[in-house]
């Protein structure tokens, strides 16, 4: 009897901490639900793909939720388990190898998007840079992202779009840090050079460039 | 004030100054040096700019099928 009245609070309190954890956990992963498939959709490349990724990558966040000690480092823990998803299922089963790093190549390595378009003698009176980026529309961003090898477009998405240090990438990838600043380094070089292409195809670089043929 | 730093160093390292990867004192060096140089601090502000529009595209609504998908997958664990 007495046992009996000690056993049901003792339930009670365990269904109702379930159910706050779920409320929890959907009150944040709906926060995060937009980044999640577009970064998801960064890795993949494809919608299809990106929605099996993310609800894999939650499916395990919400088996290991217990593990969770700090909800304050949700966002980092769960965009962790989203990239290793990506890296070791994605790839199986698609059966795709890494795509080995490229070879160094100095004069690529250093491109830069500004030095393309930076015109000294406008410095006080025009702003070709800036015209520049306002030219280009969201999806010759995501082309140019999506064109990268994915190598690189792991580490530009990892440190440009989440905010990962380069610490908490090499961590994640579990590569060196040299590794990390390397593909970083290229991949932005990789992906300024696209752009500079796509603006030159769409007529968009330089600030007098509207009437300009392809 | 630090010792000054020459404009080819700032640029070598701007990318790591932007991703907050650079040792407090370099930190602080090219901090006064975009301060009062304006090739290098409109430098900085494009890679800053570009760096928004790339940050965007990690943000692409999700489709509705997969909240949906996301509930009944916690409903039955």
């Known amino acids: 009897m007495i046992e009996g009245r000690a056993e049901a609070p003792r339930e009670r309190r365990a269904g109702a901490s379930d159910e706050v954890r779920r409320r929890f956990f959907e009150a944040d992963v709906e926060r995060l639900m937009d980044r999640l498939f577009g970064t998801a959709l960064r890795l993949t490349r494809n919608r299809a793909d990106a929605e099996d990724i993310v609800a894999e990558t939650l499916a395990q966040a919400w088996r290991r939720i217990g593990t969770m000690r700090d909800r304050q480092c949700f966002e980092k823990w769960v965009f962790r388990i989203l990239i290793n998803t990506f890296i070791s299922d994605y790839r199986h089963r698609r059966a795709q190898p890494a795509q080995d790093a490229l070879d160094s190549d100095d004069e690529l390595d250093r491109f830069s998007l500004y030095e393309q378009v930076h015109q000294p003698f406008l410095l006080w009176w025009g702003d070709p840079e800036r015209q520049l980026l306002d030219k280009f529309l969201r999806e010759d961003i995501d082309h140019a992202l999506d064109a990268l090898p994915e190598a690189y477009r792991v580490v530009v998405v990892m440190v440009e779009v989440l905010g990962f240090s380069y610490a908490e990438t090499a961590g994640t990838l579990q590569v060196?840090?040299?590794?990390?600043?390397?593909?970083?380094?290229?991949?932005?070089?990789?992906?300024?050079?696209?752009?500079?292409?796509?603006?030159?195809?769409?007529?968009?670089?330089?600030?007098?460039?509207?009437?300009?043929?392809? | 004030m630090t010792e000054d730093?020459?404009?080819?160093?700032?640029?070598?390292?701007?990318?790591?100054?932007?991703?907050?990867?650079?040792d407090s004192v370099t930190e602080q060096r090219i901090s006064e040096h975009l301060a009062h140089c304006r090739a290098c601090f409109s430098r900085a502000e494009f890679e800053r700019r570009l760096r928004a529009r790339i940050a965007e595209s990690g943000d692409v609504q999700a489709p509705e099928s997969l909240r949906?998908?996301?509930?009944s997958l916690l409903d039955r664990y």
């Open chain 2, 68 to 71: 949906r998908r996301i509930r």
């Open chain 2, 5 to 22: 730093i020459r404009c080819e160093e700032v640029i070598e390292r701007l990318l790591e100054f932007l991703d907050d990867e650079i």
């Open chain 1, 176 to 214: 060196p840090v040299g590794t990390v600043r390397s593909r970083l380094n290229r991949g932005r070089a990789l992906l300024q050079h696209a752009l500079w292409r796509q603006a030159r195809q769409l007529g968009i670089h330089g600030a007098h460039a509207r009437g300009e043929s392809r």
